[in-house]
């Protein structure tokens, strides 16, 4: 089958064709249109920007996507797209386009979560042994999820406050990097060394949540101190000593999930988090002590697209799972 994915639900527009034949996937196009230089001078996302920003966007990504996969939309089998979580302006422009065009062409809709998109971007390119455990990290959300099967999914875990992903947004800012931060952070903590202590995010106890706002004050609260009392700030052991501290948090709470789901085959990461170089060599190396397999999405395939939203879309479709015209968007519901 061939599958349209269409996403819009924070301030990437993207769209891919995905082929789909019931064992693998092969993507046919990913179109992504970044926003990001027209938020970084806020130094987050602003909603309404975003979705004038989608609306835009939304035809000529979507036409790019289907000249590139050398495919017209009466070929199509289906489109899906992401319905909920995300801003609710955004995420609405992308429902609403891909209503009309199910609507005039006679497609199947189909309406998927973008966080389970985001674990579905681990099946694009390599192939899962059942069960798992997926970290799901991105700037909205933080959330460890046992994955039984295909269409399996508990959540067992994840951040009482802040999002992983806020979490980096937030520090890069307050230590002078555009927004979103998250990438300049990981490189920068190569320059230096782990040597200020910050407080774990892993809550303390038998869970698997997560605090991630508590960092985050204690950077800042760091980086006061030393302004005031006319100290030099050594940026790069800062950095360094940040993502230790969120990466060993993770890697704290990942080390208590297999030791309570001793079933588990293996660690997916998923998310944009999830492009964090550290990140992916430690739960590497928890991986291999632990025997189990470490599953990660290419990078182009972390933060977000429209391809992990097709991947999912064509399980959805195999579901007969169709989405009436009548589809709405949500912002905080999430399927799992
Ligand atoms: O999944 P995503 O593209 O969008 C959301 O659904 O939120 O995730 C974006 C988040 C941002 O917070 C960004 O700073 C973070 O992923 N990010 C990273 C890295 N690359 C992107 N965080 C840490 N290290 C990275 N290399
Ligand atoms: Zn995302």
């Known amino acids: 089958m061939k599958i349209l994915g269409i996403e819009s639900s924070c301030d990437e527009t993207a769209a891919s064709v995905l082929e789909y034949d019931g064992n693998g996937y092969k993507v046919c196009s990913d179109i992504v249109a970044s926003q990001i230089e027209m938020h ?32 017209t939309l009466k070929e199509l089998d289906c489109i899906a797209v992401t319905a909920y979580p995300g801003l609710i302006g955004a995420l609405l422009v992308g429902v609403n386009f891909a209503k009309s065009l199910a609507y005039a062409n006679n497609i199947p809709l189909v309406a998927v979560d973008h966080i389970r998109g985001h674990i579905a971007a681990n099946y694009l390119t390599q192939k899962t042994e059942y069960p798992f455990i997926a970290f799901v990290a991105s700037g909205g959300h933080t959330s460890v999820v046992l994955v039984s099967g295909r269409d399996k999914h508990k959540v067992i875990g994840g951040t009482r406050d802040d999002a992983m992903g806020e979490c980096f947004d937030k520090v890069a800012r ?11 952070m ?22 698997l949540d997560f605090s991630f706002s508590g960092i985050k004050t204690a950077v800042l609260n760091y980086l006061n101190s030393q302004n005031q009392q006319g100290k030099e700030i050594n940026r790069a052991n800062v950095a360094s000593s940040f993502v230790s501290a969120a990466v060993g948090s ?28 550290h ?23 972390c933060g ?33």
């Open 279 to 301: 990140l992916r060599t430690e739960v590497g190396e928890l991986c291999k002590k632990n025997r189990i397999a470490l599953y990660m999405p290419e990078l182009r395939y």
């Open 174 to 184: 307050v230590m002078g990097m555009p927004y979103p931060g998250g990438a300049a």
């Open 250 to 277: 993770v890697i704290k709470k990942l080390t208590l999930a297999i030791d309570m789901y001793p079933c588990v085959k293996g660690i997916a990461l998923a998310g944009g988090v999830a492009a964090n170089s």
């Open 304 to 336: 977000d697209n429209a391809a992990m939203i097709a991947a999912e879309g064509a399980l959805e479709f195999e579901k007969k799972n169709f989405a009436p015209l009548s589809l709405n968007a949500d912002a905080s519901r999430w399927e799992n």
């Open 40 to 71: 970084a001078r806020y130094g987050g996302v602003v909603p309404e920007i975003a979705s004038r920003a989608h609306c835009e966007a939304v035809t000529g990504i979507t036409e790019k996507a289907l000249s590139e996969a050398n495919i």
């Open 186 to 207: 990981d490189k920068l903590a190569y320059e230096g060394k782990p040597e200020i202590q910050f407080p774990s995010a892993a809550i303390h106890g038998d869970t």
